[in-house]
């Protein structure tokens, strides 16, 4: 089943969902909406691997590596938070801008 | 008797007591440490005489000559192969005279301070002074080795600084310390070179190897050290040309000489041990020290030397006439004898009676030790009575102190030449061994000694007699002349001044150790005695009653007795090198160079660096987005570049 | 365990043991592990000394190899010869001294003397050092807490004076290991230096990474031009800091352009020796004469640093036994003694709260003790014969009139005429700080030195004493390396 669909349209989706996650990256005012997006670069990636690991080179690393990932985007998340809420309750804001006191 | 361990004893006594008087004495034994000083000392000097008589009467003479004997040698810092400073005692006659010489007239000056310093705040740390002095000069005289010769050369000049600026809290006499030991260092370096030179060329820094390869034409040494040259001079010549600097910076000589009449800030008894008796002969001991090589491989400089010698004797006797402070008039006086020293060497050759000019110089460097001394310390009891170093303050002195009078008046005699006083033979034999050699150098020494006579008269009518004493001191009244322990010294060192010319000399003392017969020369002991009486008769007319015959020749010659009042304006010219030329010039230009420029391309290029990143500084907005956008931009361009390349 | 094992222990312990115990009693565990390490150099010296007489005659001893970084063959390899014997005991030496007169330090006591362990560590280290990379780690480790000593625990313009050491010394650590990468390059990867130094390299590329190594270790040694460090550096550190910068720091140049740039690359050394000799001799006298000109004593002893600093060079520029031995010699000395020196004007400066010679005057009737130190060291360093100076400068103009050519002769006589200007500026300082009447009324009240000053005083004048009139053992024990270095750089033509 899965053979009949090719790589092509599984690239085609996860280089869609980069976009969107670069586009909300670069655009969001949000931090936590940020974070979001970083997840979708992440996934993207993760779908790329294990697309070529089905179609390209059929070991176990690309799988590996995903797994990989996902957990250390689940690492990534909470450490994120957790700085993302004392930097709330530093500047009472969670715009990136906002966060200029090392500037310079 | 001539072991190593007894002689190593004479100088290490001394230096014992230094020690002692440091770090135990000074603190616990303030007073008591000038008569362990004292003690200490007379074991030293006994020592010395007794080491002087098993040399030249029990050892004597080996196959018709005195030779060097060396009991004891010990490497202390090797350089190369055959190139090492030893520790060494040499004993030849020379040495073993001086090693009289030196610790006989410290110990009369080690008693002589038990009264004149008495009752100073730091009369231990003089006394601890006073030893380390013996102790390196006695190195010095001792020494078998060139370099080690320079060690303990540059160890007397420290002793001189220290002793000079002894009063320390006096700007003057911290000025005079540093003075002194500046100039003399200055010349040193004259010395350390000349010794790289000669070791260089002869691969040794013994004395006796050192002789042995330089006057022996056909070593290869010799040949090494006179075939390569510099300015058409040889390499020798360079050598001991510069090791004589050194000797004559040491011996105030001409034009070196502007340290020594500064000196006499030190303590008198000071300036009588260092400043005329012993340190100052060094360099006429460090010309005859190295004889051979000056008279047999480098004859002509030894002329120069002798040159040297006259002029600067003529020189310091014209200053000495018009000086009016009692210890400067003594310290041109030495200058004037050393020269003469000097000439003396300069006229003699190597070998038999043509050498008897090595021996007069040593002869003279002998009895000169004495009534020099001799003369410095009746200042210094005069100085003790009057406060004052000036001669107006003095005058008609005679009746208060007439032990000193005595004593001064046969030291005037002793230096002025007349017989049968030692000073009488020891000229005597200086000017007839100029008048074989070298009639000019004789016709200048002639006069010189005619001078002589009349600065010394000059200065003892000043002193005794010329007008009644007025003590100006109400309170001082009740001292008189000083105590025993100052009068004993003046004594004994008048029996010196009178009887040291008996010494057969020219039997003990030759420039090959081989005794010869002196001649006496009846016309030339005419003429000397002749001007010397005469420039004392002139004296006693000018000076023995205050008149103002001296003044009025002095006005009519006004010009020339100002520029020999002001030292030939020496003092002034050094002073403008040193200010104008080394500090205001070299020195500050360094210092601006350092400051500006060396410092300046530091701060320049932090100042540039720190520019450019003020300049780029904004592209470090802070915007997180911003950085993400250009991230992106960045990898997507990169890959556009890697597509469009093809790779 | 091995004896340099022990020399790189003792100092980590004292440092590991002083983060946990009260702030007020660091200095003594720091003292105490100061005096263990001095005690152990003592150790080292007679254990060396014996091996020696024994007939040992090893390029190195007591070497010892732990490998540290396999996958680029960097090891732990330590081992020392007579030069580094020499060096380690003048570290300890000067360490003790430096402990013992900044004893009343009450501004962040701990800290303070941990730095200062930190710097005995990273220079105990470098000298036993017998792999690159290890040399450079300790270097480093040498560079940091100075800056920090300076910039926080200094005087003056401390935070520019600081930045402008650490800058300097760090972009001469940067030649140094471009150098050592390079080495390590053309040795097909190794950074021993036992390996180097039987790799007979050509001399295009040993022209090219002498430069390198020895302007990088120039700069610790104040090399002219890249000496500007030395006096801002000198005169704003605390006491203890610019003892440790000029009795130690400034000896790891020296010790660096003989170990890691005159005996790997001889070639190059003989290529770029009038280079070195030019160089020096203007240092020396360009130095000397800047001196004159001081009013601060502190930077007359720098720059009289730097002047001496040269004799070092110039030493190594001469390429003979001699000259290299004086050159040794001269590094031991002026340790020793500029410690002292610093030593001494910390004294001064502490009591009379002015370092200007315009305003100091007459202080040798106050505080007898340390005028005399004053007085003594700087006699020192005009070469006082008796006195360790006098016996490393006179070797370095032995051994350097020893060589052939006019220019030579002329930088001999240079530096020669370089210590008359020395006994000038000496003269001169002593002169207005210590002698002449008293200057100003409230000097009368100061005080003389306190015990830790004057053991301090009289641990560094005792060395210089001994230095000073039994110079037979350490030359012959610094020859001894010397000597197959001079044939190295002799044969390197034929």
Redesign the interface.
């Known amino acids: 089943m899965i053979d009949q669909i090719p790589l092509t349209h599984i690239l085609f989706l996860s280089t869609a969902l980069f976009f969107i996650g ?1 586009y909300g ?3 969001r005012r949000n931090l936590i909406t ?1 974070l979001m997006s970083v997840e979708l670069i992440l996934n993207s990636v993760n779908i790329n691997l294990v697309a070529f690991n089905r179609y390209l080179h059929p070991t176990i690393d690309g799988v590996v590596f995903t797994l990989f990932i996902i957990t250390i985007a689940a690492a990534e998340a909470a450490v994120a938070i957790a700085i993302i809420i004392s930097l709330y309750r530093k500047i009472n804001s969670i715009d ?2 906002q966060a ?1 006191e ?3 | 008797m001539l072991n190593a361990s007894t002689l190593l004893l004479i100088p290490l006594l001394p230096l014992l007591s230094f020690l002692f008087i440091s770090f135990i004495g000074k603190k616990y034994l303030p007073t008591l440490s000038g008569t362990i000083s004292v003690l200490v000392l007379s074991v030293s000097a006994f020592l010395a005489i007794a080491v002087a008589y098993n040399y030249f009467f029990v050892v004597g003479m080996t196959n018709g000559i005195y030779e060097a004997i060396i009991p004891m040698k010990l490497e202390w810092l090797r350089f190369s192969p055959g190139v090492s400073i030893d520790m060494g005692i040499i004993l030849d006659p020379i040495s073993v005279m001086m090693l009289v010489v030196v610790t006989f007239i410290s110990l009369m000056v080690h008693i002589y301070s038990l009264g004149y310093m008495k009752g100073e705040e730091r009369f231990a740390v003089y006394y601890s002074f006073l030893d380390l002095f013996t102790f390196s000069m006695l190195g010095l005289v001792m020494a078998s080795n060139l370099f080690q010769m320079y060690f303990f050369w540059e160890l007397v000049g420290v002793s001189s600084y220290l002793l000079i600026g002894y009063y320390f809290t006096k700007p003057s006499a911290v000025a005079a310390a540093k003075k002194a030991f500046i100039v003399t260092r200055f010349a040193d370096l004259g010395f350390l070179i000349g010794i790289l030179v000669l070791s260089f060329h002869s691969g040794t820094l013994d004395i006796q190897t050192l002789i042995a390869r330089l006057t022996t034409s056909d070593t290869t040494f010799y040949a090494s050290a006179t075939f390569t040259g510099f300015m058409g001079v040889s390499s020798l010549t360079w050598g001991l040309a510069l090791v004589f600097i050194g000797g004559a910076g040491k011996s105030a000589m001409f034009p070196l000489h502007i340290w020594l009449p500064d000196a006499m800030e030190g303590p008198t008894p000071v300036s009588a041990l260092i400043h005329a008796a012993t340190m100052v002969v060094a360099g006429v001991y460090l010309v005859a020290r190295l004889f051979p090589i000056y008279a047999i491989s480098s004859p002509h400089l030894l002329e120069l030397i002798g040159y040297i010698g006259i002029i600067s004797s003529v020189l310091a006797a014209i200053i000495a006439c018009t000086q009016t402070d009692i210890k400067r008039v003594l310290a041109y006086s030495t200058i004037s004898q050393i020269g003469y020293m000097l000439a003396s060497l300069g006229v003699s050759t190597y070998g038999g009676l043509n050498g008897e000019g090595f021996s007069a110089s040593m002869f003279h460097l002998f009895t000169h030790a004495f009534f020099k001394a001799l003369l410095f310390l009746c200042a210094g009891s005069v100085i003790h009575y009057v406060h004052s170093n000036e001669v107006k303050d003095m005058g008609g002195l005679r009746k208060k102190m007439p032990i000193t009078h005595l004593c001064f008046l046969l030291a005037c005699l002793a230096i002025a030449g007349i017989p049968p006083l030692s000073g009488f033979f020891s000229k005597e034999e200086i000017l007839a061994a100029a008048f074989a050699h070298n009639q000019t150098i004789f016709y200048i020494a002639w006069l010189t000694a005619g001078l002589t006579s009349f600065y010394m008269f000059r200065l003892y009518f000043l002193t005794f007699w010329n007008k009644d004493y007025v003590n100006h001191h109400e309170s001082h009244e009740h001292h008189s002349e000083g105590s025993w322990n100052m009068k004993l010294p003046l004594l004994i060192l008048m029996l010196g001044a009178v009887g040291a010319g008996v010494v057969p000399f020219h039997h003990l003392i030759t420039s090959d150790g081989q005794p010869y017969e002196s001649e006496f020369h009846l016309n030339i002991t005419l003429m000397a005695v002749g001007l010397s009486l005469f420039a004392i008769i002139i004296a006693t007319i000018f000076y023995r009653k205050k008149n103002n015959l001296s003044d009025k020749i002095s006005s009519s010659i006004s010009q020339l007795y100002d520029f020999a009042y002001h030292k030939f304006y020496f003092d002034e010219v050094y002073q403008f090198v040193t200010q104008r030329i080394l500090f205001n010039t070299i020195g500050a230009l360094s210092s601006w160079f350092d400051k500006n420029i060396v410092n300046g391309v530091v701060n320049t290029t932090a100042f540039i660096t720190e520019a450019f990143s003020e300049t780029i500084k904004p592209v470090q907005s802070g915007k997180v987005q911003g950085y993400a956008l250009a991230f992106l931009f960045g990898i997507l361009g990169l890959i556009a570049i890697l597509f469009f390349f093809n790779f | 365990m091995n004896l340099l094992v022990l020399l790189i222990l003792v100092p980590v312990v004292a440092l590991l043991l002083s983060v946990f115990i009260n702030a007020e009693k660091v200095k003594n565990v720091i003292l105490l592990g100061a005096v263990a390490e001095l005690i152990l150099c003592f150790e080292l010296l007679r254990e060396f000394m014996l091996e020696r007489a024994a007939g040992n005659n090893a390029p190195y001893l007591f070497e010892i190899v732990y490998p540290w970084f396999k996958t680029w063959n960097i090891n732990f390899h330590a081992g020392v010869d007579g030069i580094s014997v020499s060096m380690l005991l003048l570290t300890s030496l000067v360490t003790v001294a430096a402990i013992l007169v900044s004893w009343k330090v009450d501004e962040k006591p701990r800290e303070f003397f941990m730095m200062l362990m930190l710097l005995t560590a990273g220079a105990v280290g470098f000298f036993i050092s017998m792999d690159l990379i290890m040399a450079f780690f300790f270097l480093e480790l040498a560079v940091v807490p100075k800056f920090l000593l300076i910039a926080h625990w200094g005087s003056g313009r401390k935070v520019y004076s600081a930045t402008k050491l650490a800058l300097m010394l760090m972009a001469g650590s940067s030649l140094i290991l471009v150098g050592t990468l390079l080495l390590y390059v053309q040795s097909n990867g190794s950074f021993d230096i036992t390996v180097l130094q039987s790799l007979h390299l050509d001399s295009e590329t040993q022209r090219l990474i002498f430069p390198l190594m020895f302007l990088g270790f120039g700069v610790f040694t104040a090399l002219f031009p890249f000496h500007t460090w030395v006096p801002d550096g000198h005169s704003s550190a605390p006491t203890a800091g610019s003892m440790f910068l000029a009795g130690i720091s400034m000896k790891l140049g020296g010790y660096g352009c003989i170990r890691f740039a005159a005996i790997l690359l001889p070639e190059g050394t003989q290529y770029y020796s009038s280079a070195i000799i030019l160089l020096s001799t203007i240092a020396i006298v360009y130095g000397a004469f800047a001196t004159l000109m001081q009013k601060d004593i502190k930077y007359i002893n720098a720059y009289s640093s730097v002047s001496h600093c040269g004799f070092v060079l110039l030493g190594i520029g001469m390429l003979n036994q001699t000259a290299l031995t004086g050159a040794v010699l001269q590094m031991i000395s002026h340790g020793l003694m500029t410690a002292l020196f610093f030593g001494a004007i910390g004294m001064i400066y502490s009591r009379a709260h002015t370092r200007d010679v315009r305003e100091l005057g007459g202080l040798l009737k106050i505080m007898p003790f340390i005028g005399s130190i004053y007085i003594i060291v700087g006699l020192c360093s005009l070469g006082l014969p008796g006195l360790s100076g006098f016996v490393s400068e006179m070797t370095i103009f032995m051994g350097a009139w020893q060589v052939p050519g006019t220019f030579h002769k002329v930088a001999t006589i240079l530096a020669c005429a370089s210590i008359v200007v020395t006994a000038v500026y000496i003269l001169q300082a002593v002169a207005k700080v210590m002698l002449g009447p008293v200057k100003d009324s409230h000097f009368l009240t100061l005080t003389d030195a306190t015990w830790y000053e004057r053991s301090a005083s009289w641990l560094l004048m005792l060395a210089i004493i001994i230095m000073g009139i039994l110079p037979m053992w350490l030359a012959q024990m610094i020859s001894h390396e010397t000597a197959p270095m001079a044939i190295k750089f002799l044969t390197v033509n034929s």
């Open positions: 670069a990256f670069l655009t940020m990136p801008e200029d090392l500037k310079f």
